[in-house]
């Protein structure tokens, strides 16, 4: 049986499409007859644009898991609400729980007349969403609390991140510890900026000796942070995964 991951919101895009590329990050995960939204990207309305590219009906979606609540994981909620019957399962830490802003709501906010079609779901241990896909506890602390999803595939496990900020090592051995494996292949965010240098080569260290290989990197880690990377683990050890990009993996 295969899993297909699916990009739906990056800062880069299909290239010849009018898929629409902007900050933030949502990956659709199909697996176990279940379809799992991972994060939500931080615009409604370009989440909602892209889906219907990609031919997504918003109500075919199940499950949404949120990896943590800054603007560019879970700002686009509200508008994938408005466009289901509801309810939906929102898993996430329980400091995504959002609230009420002077111009607009932060972390998983909601209006209240979408609150009914959102069953919050906080996240404080390991969680299976279905056979073979896992939800982490949250890593890290002072508000930045993150999940990752965890797909178990044939070669081993798959690591769907949203910023990693917590350092891949960590994500790394926590994969270990739980499923007796280092992750085979680390998809999404890891949250290295343009002047971090010594953070990318850092996390090149950790893949390489860990045996992580297969690498689909984008949202917050910077262009600069992949070239450098590529030094080390050369030009095809970090493929960029932009809207429309799919991966798929035998589980």
Same mark, same amino acid.
């Given at each position: 049986? +295969?899993?297909?991951?699916?990009? $739906?919101?990056?800062? =880069?895009?299909?290239?010849?499409?009018?898929?629409?590329?902007? +900050? =933030?990050?949502?990956?659709?995960?199909?697996?176990?007859?279940?379809?799992?939204?991972?994060?939500?990207?931080?615009?409604?309305?370009?989440?909602?644009?892209?889906?219907?590219?990609?031919?997504?009906?918003?109500?075919?979606?199940?499950?949404?898991?949120?990896?943590?609540?800054?603007?560019?994981?879970?700002?686009?909620?509200?508008?994938?609400?408005?466009?289901?019957?509801?309810?939906?399962?929102?898993?996430?830490?329980?400091?995504?729980?959002?609230?009420?802003?002077?111009?607009?709501?932060?972390?998983?906010?909601?209006?209240?007349?979408?609150?009914?079609?959102? $069953?919050?779901?906080?996240?404080?241990?390991?969680? +299976?969403?279905?056979?073979?896909?896992?939800?982490?506890?949250?890593?890290?602390?002072?508000?930045?609390?993150?999940?990752?999803?965890?797909?178990?595939?044939?070669?081993?496990?798959?690591?769907?991140?949203?910023?990693?900020?917590?350092? $891949? +090592?960590?994500?790394?051995?926590?994969?270990?510890?739980?499923? =007796?494996?280092?992750?085979?292949?680390?998809? =999404?965010?890891?949250?290295?900026?343009?002047?971090?240098?010594?953070?990318?080569?850092?996390?090149?260290?950790?893949?390489?000796?860990?045996?992580?290989?297969?690498?689909?990197?984008?949202?917050?880690?910077?262009?600069?942070?992949?070239?450098?990377?590529?030094?080390?683990?050369?030009?095809?050890?970090?493929?960029?995964?932009?809207?429309?990009?799919?991966?798929?993996?035998?589980?």
């Amino acid at each position: 049986m +295969q899993a297909k991951i699916l990009c $739906v919101y990056d800062e =880069g895009a299909a290239v010849d499409t009018p898929l629409i590329g902007a +900050q =933030g990050l949502a990956l659709l995960v199909d697996v176990d007859g279940q379809r799992t939204l991972f994060d939500t990207g931080m615009r409604p309305r370009y989440l909602a644009h892209n889906l219907d590219y990609l031919d997504i009906d918003p109500a075919s979606i199940d499950v949404v898991a949120v990896s943590h609540g800054h603007r560019d994981h879970a700002g686009g909620l509200a508008g994938l609400l408005e466009r289901i019957e509801g309810p939906v399962d929102v898993y996430a830490p329980e400091s995504a729980r959002g609230r009420k802003g002077l111009m607009r709501g932060s972390g998983l906010y909601v209006p209240a007349e979408l609150a009914g079609k959102m $069953v919050f779901k906080p996240v404080d241990d390991w969680l +299976q969403l279905s056979d073979n896909l896992f939800m982490s506890p949250p890593l890290g602390g002072n508000g930045d609390e993150e999940c990752f999803l965890i797909l178990k595939t044939k070669k081993g496990p798959v690591v769907l991140s949203g910023c990693s900020h917590c350092g $891949v +090592q960590t994500v790394i051995d926590l994969v270990r510890d739980r499923f =007796g494996s280092a992750p085979k292949a680390y998809i =999404g965010g890891i949250h290295i900026e343009k002047k971090e240098k010594a953070k990318a080569q850092e996390a090149s260290e950790a893949f390489q000796s860990s045996g992580c290989s297969d690498l689909h990197l984008n949202h917050c880690t910077s262009r600069d942070a992949i070239t450098e990377m590529r030094v080390k683990l050369g030009l095809h050890g970090v493929e960029n995964f932009y809207v429309g990009n799919t991966l798929e993996y035998e589980v």
